[in-house]
């Protein structure tokens, strides 16, 4: 084996039983850590093949549904702002770029900025997340927006505020909803809940995954403080990036098919 | 087979673990709460295992009386006699409603049979092989000292056994009335205002998060972790099995996860999605449930023949025939099982669609066939030793066989017009489910149930029990076919007079049944209390784990096995003019010299 020159890292703290990466071994019943790195790899990429699958039953559930009622979904998609989406799509791509980067740093024992870059990875789903929630979901659902909304301008504003006048209320926009709940009172198409059911569902469960993702992100950073990873064990900061790479992509396929249909 | 290099002769050599400072993997290492916390923070494959083994007899127990109810209230129809009232409302007297009125009995019923079905396929059936007798065995019959991912196996016990609690509570909660396949739009409004169907669905979506887990290492515990010299084709094939169940289990889960998930948000967020009321469609929700549910099947029978795979080698002392044909239509009837779905669907769904997944449907004979044929062709001049793991290997093939030949005319799309719904299926699926799968699951447990624990069991009673449950199960089921060819629709609660007769005697058998299986759990606790200590190697098999010592270390292997033989190369092992009474006769050196010798004399022939 390659012998690695071996900078100590600017740790804070090896003392709570982290074994720090140049003493890595694999586990017992692994032969050895190449061996053990391979069966994680396999093991994340079967995982991987699961959750496309579970995102698979959604897809379908849109063909079949965009099949049956074509203005549902065209009418029900006008209402996205393909601006937001394409941003979104941005700052996915981007935090996809820093987490691969950092895997590239703990290889390179760069760990000033392996931290920095998935730091920069975890703001990036926070900033997803926000956007998806703030200027998507919240106003089409109760009609309420965010203060810095730039959509503001367009609507009439009916003077109602909420929080400390961080929302504000515009009249006829809110209603649109999943299902039963779906009452938005200018909606031309009687079919046009199972559009919000199939987006919110789609969305919702694809940012449960986001969130999910900075978890794993976040257990990384930590163990990459604790000088854990280096350039001869870096399986978890690999493993992560393949996790937050899946988010991406399923993001990648559901942008185009909710954002940019007419 | 598989034997050990001289490098490991010691572990071979010595008979059951005596003088290793280890000591079995069931030795206490403390007290009573020091042992508990130790099981429950084990990450020991073969303790998963166990933990496995008691959850799903556990599971087993209550489905199986769950069973017993549905067969009592169905040993006299419902009716209103005159002068008499309403008469054959067993559920409801029994649970202290003799007043109940027909809806209300009716309604007992109809939980009673979704918990029973519930309970048996996603809490006993699907784990019961490959978590239970998979987990301890996997690992030690390719050579590895534990699964891949050991922490994961525990979770993946833990989210069983949080999945199981969620499907009580449903029931302590009431119960539920959609049967185990939930369909859609009556699991959508039924008792719409009670949680208790969320909670059951929920079961379901967390208990195969459980299976995809548990598949997602078997799969690549099968690809890492084999001992030097086991090739693909040097596995036996209860790994072979495994490891087809196992791609399965990771590929066709997460679909019905998808689908439970979207009937939760159905009822809890009104999304609508499979809503006829609300625009949606139920036709995709049958799509859905039975794109999984019909690998699922497959999921349940493949771990059945696994097992069938090692009992009939090993205990006709033979070769088995057909290695790899039997590998290959593991992993055929795994790829064909994707492509039939619709076969649950005739009546939903287009006429040209039911054409083409009949056509596809039979496909799944031919490698189930060949399977079968291959076991035969196994026996076939074979020592065959009447042990009671090959009395359910037989009873086995014999309702396996049955279960598979009635599953053509239901296959076929004009005899299913006729069959769809009716008692027939029910018979049908139980042949292959509980003739097939529990019935090898029980044989697994007969055949290992000496290396698990170190205990025999006294075989006479265990084959007396083995022959009742053969009677019972006959008696129940074979009843059915008729009142299916009849009419009888399933999940009726009561019938015409005309079926009565048919339906007491199917009654009697479920008794019986319960009897036979009652003793089997005697013969079982009986060994563990007072069973003579069990040899390592009680029926001369020669797979890797009749190598280790019973019950098995905790490592394992004392050092990494290398594999030099077939798993049933008995030919090649066995001195020559042996007799099966000798066993356990050959120990390693020799079997090690035997393997040497017959590899001089084909050294031109020999393989990679």
Not at chain 1, 184 to 199: G, I, K, M
Not at chain 2, 12 to 18: I, K, P, R, V
């Amino acid at each position: 084996m390659t012998t690695v020159p071996i900078r100590e890292t600017e740790s804070h703290a090896t003392a709570t039983g982290a074994v720090p990466w140049h003493k890595y071994k694999a586990a017992h019943h692994f032969r050895n850590k190449e061996e053990e790195f391979d069966g994680v790899k396999l093991g994340m990429w079967l995982f991987l093949a699961t959750e496309v699958l579970l995102f698979s039953g959604l897809f379908c559930a849109y063909a079949v549904f965009r099949i049956l009622h074509p203005e549902a979904f065209t009418n029900g998609s006008s209402y996205l702002d393909w601006r937001w989406g394409g941003l979104n799509t941005v700052v996915l791509l981007v935090s996809s770029y820093t987490m691969a980067a950092s895997i590239r740093n703990v290889q390179l024992q760069q760990f000033a900025r392996a931290k920095f870059n998935l730091l920069f990875t975890m703001a990036c789903g926070l900033a997803f997340l926000c956007i998806k929630f703030l200027f998507e979901y919240t106003p089409k659902w109760s009609g309420w927006f965010f203060v810095l909304d730039p959509a503001l301008s367009h609507h009439e504003d009916s003077g109602k505020r909420a929080l400390g006048g961080l929302f504000h209320f515009v009249e006829g926009y809110g209603g649109k909803r999943p299902g039963e709940w779906f009452d938005y009172p200018f909606s031309t198409d009687n079919y046009e809940h199972l559009w919000w059911s199939v987006y919110y569902s789609a969305t919702g469960i694809h940012a449960t995954h986001v969130i999910i993702g900075m978890g794993l992100i976040a257990w990384v950073y930590l163990r990459v403080r604790k000088g854990m990873y280096g350039p001869t064990h870096y399986t978890g900061v690999e493993m992560a990036g393949l996790y937050w790479h899946l988010v991406d992509l399923i993001w990648i396929f559901l942008f185009p098919l909710l954002y940019l249909i007419h | 087979m598989a034997t050990i290099d001289d490098r490991n002769a010691d572990t071979l050599g010595s008979a059951a673990g005596h003088g290793h400072d280890e000591g079995s993997y069931l030795t206490p290492r403390g007290g009573l709460i020091t042992t508990i916390w130790d099981w429950a923070t084990t990450v020991d494959h073969k303790k998963i295992g166990v933990m496995y083994l008691a959850a799903v007899l556990m599971m087993f127990f209550f489905g199986g009386v769950a069973a017993l109810a549905v067969r009592t209230e169905l040993f006299s129809p419902v009716r209103e006699v005159p002068g008499e009232g309403i008469t054959g409302q067993w559920l409801g007297s029994f649970l202290g409603n003799p007043d109940a009125s027909i809806a209300e009995n009716n309604n007992l019923y109809n939980r009673a049979f979704t918990l029973h079905g519930a309970i048996m396929v996603f809490m006993v059936i699907i784990p019961s092989v490959p978590a239970a007798l998979g987990n301890f065995f996997l690992p030690i019959m390719i050579g590895a000292k534990d699964v891949a991912f050991p922490r994961l196996n525990l979770l993946s016990w833990y989210i069983y056994v949080t999945g199981s609690i969620f499907g009580i509570m449903s029931i302590l909660m009431g119960g539920v009335d959609t049967g185990w396949t939930f369909y859609t739009p009556y699991s959508t409004t039924t008792d719409a205002d009670q949680m208790r169907v969320v909670y059951m669905v929920l079961a379901a979506f967390i208990l195969g998060f459980s299976s995809i887990l548990t598949g997602l290492n078997f799969v690549v515990t099968t690809h890492k972790l084999r001992a030097p010299g086991m090739g693909w084709f040097d596995m036996p094939l209860f790994v072979w099995a495994v490891y087809a169940t196992s791609i399965l289990q990771v590929l066709a889960t997460p679909v019905i996860g998808i689908t439970l998930l979207l009937l939760v948000f159905e009822r809890l967020f009104r999304v609508g999605i499979f809503d006829p009321g609300l625009g949606g469609d139920p036709v995709l929700f049958q799509h859905f449930f039975w794109f999984y549910s019909h690998p699922v099947v497959y999921v349940m029978i493949l771990p059945g023949m696994a097992v069938i795979n090692e009992i009939i080698p090993v205990h006709s002392h033979k070769k088995i025939f057909g290695y790899r044909s039997m590998a290959f239509a593991s992993l055929g009837i795994a790829a064909v099982s994707f492509l039939v779905w619709g076969h649950h669907m005739f009546t939903s769904t287009g006429e040209l669609a039911a054409t083409v997944f009949s056509a596809l449907t039979f496909l799944v004979a031919v490698p189930t066939a060949v399977k079968v044929f291959n076991w035969l062709g196994t026996l076939y001049k074979g020592s065959i030793s009447m042990t009671p793991p090959m009395v359910y290997a037989l009873m086995f093939l014999f309702l396996f066989t049955i279960g598979g030949l009635t599953g053509l005319p239901l296959a076929t799309l004009s005899t299913d017009m006729h069959l769809h719904d009716s008692y027939f299926v029910v018979a049908h699926f139980h042949y292959v489910m509980m003739g097939g799968t529990i019935i090898a699951f029980i044989g697994g447990l007969h055949h290992w149930w000496p290396k698990m624990f170190g205990r025999m069991y006294n075989e006479r009673a265990a084959i007396v029990f083995a022959l009742v449950q053969f009677v019972g199960f006959n008696v129940t089921f074979f009843t059915q076919f008729i009142l299916g060819t009849r009419g009888m629709p399933r999940r009726y609660a009561s019938y015409v007079d005309e079926f009565q007769t048919l339906h007491q005697i199917s009654t009697f058998g479920s008794y019986i049944l319960a009897i036979g299986f009652t003793g089997s759990l005697a013969v079982f606790v009986h060994s563990l209390l007072a069973g003579k200590k069990a040899p390592q190697n009680p029926w001369g098999g020669l797979t890797l784990e009749w190598h280790v010592e019973s019950p098995p270390s905790t490592h394992n292997f004392h050092k990494e096995p290398i594999v030099h033989h077939g798993p049933y190369d008995f030919d090649t092992i066995l001195p020559p003019g042996w007799d099966p009474k000798d066993y356990p006769v050959p120990n390693a050196h020799e079997q090690a010299e035997a393997y040497a010798k017959a590899q001089h004399s084909h050294v031109g022939s020999s393989h990679h």
